[in-house]
């Protein structure tokens, strides 16, 4: 049945019919229904499935476009309500749901660069998005790409939609990766930690994670007025007329006055602090490879403190061990695991430090030695505060201190370091650069999973060992970063 009146007024009255079944389902579920019950029922019901479901909406929510139907913010909350009960782990969750929004994001990014653009001109007028608004689209994502990935991920619609638009409008995949791990990181830890710390109240938990969406739409306004007002007063005849309307009001001419005062001052901070779009992507990366090293680091610390036995990840390498122990491996472990011992990852940092001085790479040489230091205090550290009991054994080589995280796998993520600073860094484009990393990140792997099949860490030891490693030279290069980019950008 068409509905009288213009194509608006009919457009009108659909969405207020969507607004008026939304409030009286939102009536209904708040008044009728008695969600803690339902909460108790699905966690006894589901237990150890929850890990599935969490996983599989992650996923979905942009792999598959179900979020266009179903919130994906409400099953991540359910999953940390159902660990606050009890019947999940929390750290456990977050990683499964974190991967797989990532996996998700991916997925559709892959799908869009294959479908292309013909694809969203053929179908995407049927979601509103016609040639000329496409246009815009990739116009946006070209300047504004990874911002659009990082906070779409906290709306709906943009959410479901952007990871497919981002590959199909040509946008580089190294340059989505990190704002995808940052952006799904926040929003699965958000939200099923607000469902965890209120697990005896999911009424409060969807409450607060309403207020939160409220919030930032609010900052997103915000940060869209900011935007538009700093191109505004990019036109010099924009600026003198909004400075002469300062000063003609008291309550806005102080701001002039304070400007004139330290104008010298605000241009040299000014400066220093813009980035450019390399000084970004290199910045975003490195924050995502923090962010996802300390999630680890600090989940199994805390796992491995309230429960020093073998997680049943450590059980399974166990087993796997076992199965393949003996003969010529045993002999290979003995030498790859010397390869992260103390004395031979210090003694390597020395002659790479000393080839850095001599080519005056200052701050390549602080970030070695700096995350060299950090990650041996903090190995050190960690061991005596967790005080965690290597494996029954036996042993087949000499062993000092507790076993939480490995110092091994710690020094290890030096040749990591060493493979990314050589392609990225020292030499930018040279040949067979993706070999170069593998084999970094192949040996740093070697080393860790010696000291498994060795018998003298458990598998949670290494995995928090390479964390902390990865931590401590991320953490070190972001700052080694933006210092760089501050001389870059300083005034002459």
Known sequence: MRLPGSERQRKYAKWAVVGAAAIAAYIVFTQYVDLEKILEDVSQALGAWTYALVGLFAFAETGAFVGLLVPGETVMILGGAVAGQGATDLYLTIAIAWFAAVGGDCTSFFVGRRLGREFLLRHGPRFGLDHDRLRQVEDFFSRHGGKTIFLGRFVGFVRAFAPFIAGSSGMRFRQFFP?????????????????????????????????????????????????????????EGNRRATVAWMDEHAWTRWI??????????????????????????????????????????????????????????????????????????????????????????????????????????????????????????????????????RPPGPHVVATHGSSFPSGHATHSVLYVFLAVTTVVRLRPGMARAALVVVAGVALTALVGLSRVYLDVHYLSDVNAGWALGAAAFSFCALIALVVTQMRKTAPE
Do not use: H
């Not at 207020?211 to 505004?232: C, N, S």
């Not at 000084?279 to 090293?293: K, P, Q």
């Not at 210090?346 to 701050?363: M, N, S």
């Open 179 to 235: 704002y995808s791990v940052l952006g799904c990181g926040l929003w699965v830890g958000s939200a099923v930690v607000v469902g965890y710390l209120f697990s005896r109240s999911i009424d409060t938990a969807l409450n607060y994670a309403g207020k939160g969406a409220l919030l930032l739409g609010t900052l997103i306004v915000v940060v869209v007025g900011v935007v538009w007002l700093i191109r505004f007063l990019r036109v």
């Open 256 to 389: 002039v006055a304070f400007g004139r005062r330290y104008q010298r001052q605000l241009r040299f901070i000014g400066d220093r602090a813009t980035p450019g779009r390399d000084f970004g992507l290199e910045f975003t990366s490195l924050l995502a490879a923090l962010a996802v090293a300390l999630f680890v680091l600090v989940a199994y610390t805390v796992v491995v403190s309230n429960e020093a036995g073998p997680t049943p990840g450590d059980e399974t390498a166990i087993e796997i061990v076992e199965s393949i122990a003996g003969g010529a491996l045993l002999a290979v472990a003995k030498v790859i695991t010397l390869l992260g011992s103390g004395a031979f990852t210090w003694g390597l940092t020395a002659v790479c430090a000393a080839l850095l001085a001599w080519r005056r790479r200052w701050p390549e040489l602080w970030v070695l030695l700096a995350g060299m230091a950090i990650g041996t205090i903090g190995f050190l550290e960690i061991k005596d505060a967790v005080d965690r009991p």
